[in-house]
């Protein structure tokens, strides 16, 4: 791999992390290792806002069709199609562990079973309502810039994850997953996850819901090291469906204000 240039490696670890995250297909010559995968970790975030901005067009295309309500559902459907649950999955399994075991082993066993059980069903009934609910709520003209930006920053708050906690199952991990960031890392995550938003107005309060985030993010990294030691893949894709979900309480509770 080292006779590739600077801009083909970053792309192709820009490719990667968009095959790790959607169903979108990659070209078979993208190279594959758990190396590479730690270093592509750095575009999560900006596929978040790729994602975001990929079922904004979706909702206004079907807004010119369709009331709101039927809107956001069409663009919500499509986020699933397109990540193929992806985080859903985790937030399920991270659920369905953490509500029934009763220590590190028999949660770890639990949510690396596939069967879904009840704890994993009503948080994924409860997320899936909340978001829908929570967009409806939102005057249509926030919508959109919401949208993005919820995707975006839910991912960089899962993402920094990897920075400051240890990984919970270091032996015979069952999915290919980025363990490791850098602070640098983090720095270029949130840099190129953010700077869409120079090009999208929004109103200056919206930035007062990213504090919940924080506050999210150091309760559950605190929960998840008292019950297993650290996170694993499903718990961070559980914190960034509640990072969605909080981001998106706090606009709608600033909307109030604005």
């Given amino acids: 791999m ?141 919508i959109i810039p919401a949208m993005i930006l919820a995707h975006a920053v839910s991912r960089l708050n899962a993402a920094s994850m990897m920075l400051t906690e240890a990984y919970a199952r270091p032996d015979g991990k069952a999915k290919p997953l980025a363990v490791q960031m850098s602070p640098t890392g983090l720095l270029i995550a949130a840099t190129l996850a953010l700077l869409p938003f120079i090009w999208i107005e929004l109103p200056n309060l919206f930035w007062l819901a990213l504090l919940p985030l924080v506050a999210l993010r150091f309760w559950f990294a605190r929960w998840l090291r008292k019950w297993i030691g650290g996170f694993t893949g499903d718990c961070l894709g559980a914190l960034q469906q509640l990072s969605e979900l909080t981001f998106l309480l706090g606009v709608v509770a600033l909307c109030r204000f604005i």
């Fill in 2 to 142: 080292s006779d590739r240039s600077a801009l083909r490696r970053e792309t192709d670890r820009f490719l990667l992390s968009l095959q790790f995250f959607t169903r979108i297909p990659i070209p078979a010559r993208v190279p594959y290792s758990e190396s590479e995968l730690n270093q592509a970790a750095v575009y999560f975030p900006l596929i978040g806002t790729l994602i975001g901005m990929l079922c904004a067009q979706v909702y206004w295309g079907a807004s010119m069709l369709w009331p709101v309500p039927i809107a956001i559902l069409l663009s919500m459907v499509f986020s699933l199609l397109l990540t193929g649950c992806f985080h859903e999955d985790g937030l399920a399994d991270c659920m369905d562990g953490m509500g029934g075991g009763w220590d590190r082993e028999r949660i770890l066993a639990i949510m690396q079973d596939s069967r879904l059980g009840t704890y994993g069903a009503t948080a994924l009934i409860g997320a899936l309502a909340g978001k829908f609910l929570l967009l409806n709520a939102l005057p249509p003209t926030l």
